[in-house]
């Protein structure tokens, strides 16, 4: 690829861990996408009150309040060793994986006070990026399994992920997005990511 250095036929494809991930705004731990989801869900609504006008057909519409973003997927999680529960893409890894997603849904307890789950950002290139929580959380293991006579492990997991925009109404150096954010893609900026800085994309390209 012109511009990236080397030519086409020794181009390096880079995997989704170098551009899609998950991040822990509390202690900056990470997940990385191992394969691309088949697909993502984006949604965010606009809410209208009708009101009523004597002697007309069609009621006037208020604009009341625009909904949270919402994003859903599903990541997949295999592993490529075929025993063993240590170090990368082995069965234990891809527990790991699941369990460090599974705990975002819960709260933390610290010295009898209860705190919410932690916040997130969620990047997918250049196209998605998320301040937001995990709402949503459901695992699938799926054969084959890696069995010995005290424990069985499987090689696959699926989980089913669902995340919901927040925290952008914290402080002075947050806002809400507006109109021209949307257009401009600003929106899917994830403020204050330890990659990101003050916010925004390197657009990283697929092949080096």
């Not at 949270?68 to 599903?74: D, K, M, N, Q």
């Not at 006579?149 to 809400?176: K, L």
Request: glycine share 10%; aromatic share 10%.
């Amino acid at each position: 690829m012109a511009g990236y250095g080397g030519n086409k036929a020794n181009a390096r494809v880079l995997s989704p861990e170098a551009y899609c991930y998950i991040i822990d705004r509390k202690d900056e731990s990470r997940l990385s996408f191992q394969l691309m989801p088949d697909s993502i869900t984006e949604n965010k609504s606009a809410l209208y009150n009708e009101i009523p006008i004597i002697g007309r057909s069609l009621p006037y519409l208020g604009y009341s309040s625009s909904s949270s973003r919402a994003i859903s997927l599903s990541l997949q999680f295999v592993a490529l060793n075929s025993m063993g529960s240590g170090g990368k893409y082995t069965v234990g890894w891809v527990q790991e994986q699941v369990r460090w997603l599974e705990s975002k849904v819960y709260p933390e307890y610290l010295d009898k006070f209860t705190f919410p789950p932690r916040m997130l950002n969620l990047v997918v290139g250049s196209v998605i990026g998320l301040q937001c929580v995990m709402t949503n959380c459901t695992t699938s293991w799926l054969g084959p399994w890696d069995a010995n006579e005290v424990m069985a492990s499987p090689f696959r997991a699926v989980v089913d992920c669902s995340f919901q925009e927040a925290g952008m109404n914290d402080d002075d150096m947050q806002h809400p997005h507006g109109h021209e954010d949307a257009i401009k893609g600003r929106n899917q900026w994830t403020i204050g990511s330890p990659d990101t800085g003050s916010g925004g994309y390197i657009n990283i390209p697929l092949a080096l």
